[in-house]
């Protein structure tokens, strides 16, 4: 059953800690995003991928880290140092991310809230 | 400016109506477009591709206006299951990748 994983559904961390969010696929897609999504706003670009062992930064990825080790796997770190981690993040991949912009497909999200 | 603007609504319709929305974009250089729909406390999931003859699946009809940098979308005899929010999503240049750009979304109410 191909598809995208995030684990955990909903976290919740204390203020000051670091906290990784998993994100897994197995659609053997080339490209992997990571996206939050704030109460009635739009999705905002953290990091993407194109392809294993580089990654970039998109729009907001102060206060974030991720690593693209594997193929399948692209976990983001939420540091102490982003301002405001509540938040929905959303994982997606395309087969790739290069040229042309393939659709985007997403994970079924997790929720952090930070207490 | 946004790069993405849509009416957030909310719309909310009787059962069986018709209903549009809109959605502008500022980069004239955008290549590809999309309409995403996302429940409730749930993921976007892709409804169509926006491409420039127009298309069509089902009930849903999509047009793209290039000259204007508008695109629509067009929900005909619509559903309780259609209540959602919308999301309008063109691609930009970034570096040496395309990146995909999301509207706020425009929220839909269907009512019995």
């Known amino acids: 059953d191909g598809g995208i994983t995030q684990s955990p559904k909903y976290l919740f961390r204390k203020e000051g800690q670091n906290v990784t969010l998993s994100c897994e696929q197995n659609?053997?897609?080339?490209?992997m995003y990571w996206y939050r999504q704030d109460p009635g706003q739009g999705l905002r670009l953290i990091y993407y991928?194109?392809?294993?062992?580089?990654?970039q930064k998109g729009d907001i990825a102060e206060g974030y880290s991720v690593s693209r080790e594997k193929k399948e796997s692209f976990p983001l770190t939420v540091t102490s140092a982003q301002k405001n981690p509540t938040a929905f993040y959303l994982c997606?991949?395309?087969?790739?991310?290069?040229?042309?912009?393939?659709?985007?497909?997403f994970g079924p999200g997790t929720r952090l809230t930070v207490l | 400016r946004k790069e993405v603007e849509q009416d957030p609504g909310p719309f909310n319709v009787p059962e069986g109506a018709t209903v549009a929305f809109n959605c502008t974009y500022s980069?004239?250089?955008?290549?590809?477009f999309f309409w995403y729909r996302q429940d409730c406390r749930k993921e976007p999931k892709l409804l169509m591709s926006?491409?420039?003859s127009g298309n069509e699946d089902g009930r849903f009809t999509a047009q793209l206006n290039r000259a204007s940098q508008y695109i629509s979308l067009l929900i005909r005899d619509s559903k309780l299951s259609d209540s959602a929010t919308y999301l309008c999503?063109?691609?930009?240049?970034?570096?040496?990748?395309?990146?995909?750009?999301f509207g706020s979304g425009t929220q839909l109410t269907v009512l019995p």
């Open positions: 997606a991949s395309s087969v790739q991310g290069g040229w042309r912009t393939d659709t985007q497909y």
């Open positions: 659609l053997n897609h080339d490209a």
């Open positions: 980069n004239s250089a955008s290549q590809s």
């Open positions: 999503v063109v691609n930009y240049e970034s570096g040496s990748a395309r990146q995909l750009t």
């Open positions: 991928s194109q392809i294993v062992n580089d990654f």
């Open positions: 926006v491409y420039s």
